[in-house]
């Protein structure tokens, strides 16, 4: 199961953290990720994480700006997103997988179901 929160409102510049918080099954036998979808566009990748934390993949328009972490002691993956945009605006998604592939490119098994980031200008 894959439980998100911290999704909302916030000013161009602002900041925000979501969560995403996992349980029922290995935490770190996971690569996990986070897309996005605004109203209208097709679900985009946002950000990856391998199984151990040591490999991380940003989209070029979050690269600087956006942070992925995952944090094994309460099974929680955050991206913490700074000097937010109006572009930035959608729903957030994390997903998990096996395959760091499948998580990067979307086609990974399991995800989250969302949480709503407003940025206005």
């Known amino acids: 199961q894959m439980e998100q929160s911290g999704g909302g409102s916030v000013q161009a510049g602002g900041s925000l953290r979501l969560s995403c918080t996992t349980s029922?099954?290995?935490?770190?036998?996971?690569?996990m990720g986070w897309f996005r979808q605004a109203p209208g566009k097709e679900r985009e990748f946002v950000a990856a994480?391998?199984?151990?934390?040591?490999?991380?993949r940003y989209e070029d328009s979050v690269r600087g700006r956006f942070t992925i972490a995952r944090d094994k002691s309460k099974n929680m993956l955050y991206p913490e997103m700074h000097d937010q945009k109006p572009d930035d605006t959608g729903g957030y998604y994390c997903?998990?997988?096996?395959?760091?592939?499948?998580?990067?490119?979307?086609?990974?098994?399991?995800w989250g179901r969302g949480t709503q980031v407003t940025v206005s200008s």
């Open positions: 997903n998990r997988d096996g395959s760091w592939e499948w998580v990067n490119d979307g086609t990974a098994f399991f």
């Open positions: 029922g099954y290995t935490f770190h036998a996971y690569n």
């Open positions: 994480i391998s199984q151990t934390g040591d490999r991380t």
